[in-house]
């Protein structure tokens, strides 16, 4: 929902600022995961042309990672709940609340008490990753395999 949202408040103040349509806003809301889009409502009433009946099956771009809860300053840190499986070496994104998604491999992963892991498996897993600074609340995420 958050990247939806971010994306959406993006492109208007983009268009309420008066510069022209960047299909990066409609980039960021396909890597949501979603069963296609279409136009709904918007031109007619839907007909039997207008709806996906050969699969009711998600497109997943990426895979909701995990969540910023903090920063060690002293270590250069980055706090992270985790959420879904990930491991040392993946292509990751850090999406905050303003600005573009920063992409990042994960030279290294930390569990809470500062040893180094090869991969979090476990749902929830308080983890740490040599990183610059994001705010709390920011979204890690990684290109689904499927």
């Known amino acids: 929902m958050a990247t939806i949202v971010k994306a959406y408040r993006e492109a208007i103040d983009a268009y309420y600022n008066g510069q022209p349509y960047d299909p990066k806003f409609g980039e960021e809301v396909a890597k949501v995961s979603n069963r296609d889009f279409t136009t709904g409502f918007f031109f007619k009433k839907p007909d ?11 497109n997943r771009g990426f895979d909701f990672i995990g969540l910023v809860t903090g920063y060690d300053e002293t270590n250069g840190l980055l706090l992270v709940e985790q959420r879904n499986r990930f491991s040392r070496g993946d292509a990751i994104e850090i999406l905050s609340p303003e600005g573009p998604a920063t992409e990042l491999v994960v030279e290294r992963l930390l569990d809470k008490e500062g040893n180094d892991i090869a991969h979090a498996p476990h749902a929830q897993m308080e983890l740490k990753i040599p990183a610059s600074h994001f705010p709390v609340g920011s979204i890690l995420r990684k290109k689904s395999k499927n």
Do not use: L, P, R
């Open 48 to 58: 039997a042309e207008d709806h996906n009946y050969g699969t009711s099956s998600y």
